[in-house]
């Protein structure tokens, strides 16, 4: 039977590449200039430092317009709280989500059963795995799935769709 998973994953070398091009925007700009602003990144998070909330807002604007010029999707980031660190300095932490949560998981297959289309929806870990008896069926839920979930910007998430078998 023809499948594909449903899945929200984040290519991480291309957010590396947009955090290599973030800091070196903030470490040339002449309104970061002798500041402890910039970006650290590790496997599943993003520190921003910066002297000052106002500043701490600037490299988050630097980081999400290089993220979206290489077409990562700025809705799988998870913002922090503010937290102040010796003196006036100021830094936040954005984690990366990766993986489908189980309460999206569960709202993608109760949008597929109700839409009464025929393919069947099936949890799987992190991805939600969809078959169906022809392939214009799937791509019938493909195109659900996009208009319904992955365009509510609210509360929706980037999603991709691969493992696409016949």
Avoid: C
């Avoid at 989500?97 to 189980?102: F, N, P, T, W």
């Amino acid at each position: 039977m023809p499948s594909f998973d449903v899945v929200s994953e984040v290519n991480k070398v291309e957010v590396r590449n947009a955090l290599d091009q973030a800091n070196k925007e903030v470490s040339t700009r002449y309104d970061f200039k002798g500041s402890d602003a910039r970006i650290e990144f590790n496997d599943k998070e993003v520190t921003l430092h910066a002297d000052t909330e106002f500043q701490l807002d600037q490299v988050n604007d630097i980081l999400v317009s290089k993220l979206s010029k290489r077409a990562v999707d700025v809705r799988s980031l998870d913002y922090g709280k503010l937290e102040k660190v010796s003196g006036n300095k100021v830094k936040k932490v954005l984690k990366i989500k990766e993986g489908l949560d189980s309460d999206l998981a569960k709202k993608i297959v109760k949008l597929l059963k109700d839409s009464k289309m025929k393919v069947q929806a099936s949890i799987q870990g992190e991805a939600v795995r969809v078959s169906g008896a022809k392939r214009d069926v799937l791509q019938e839920a493909i195109a659900l799935l996009k208009t319904d979930i992955a365009n509510d910007l609210e509360n929706g998430a980037p999603l991709q769709f691969n493992n696409f078998r016949d």
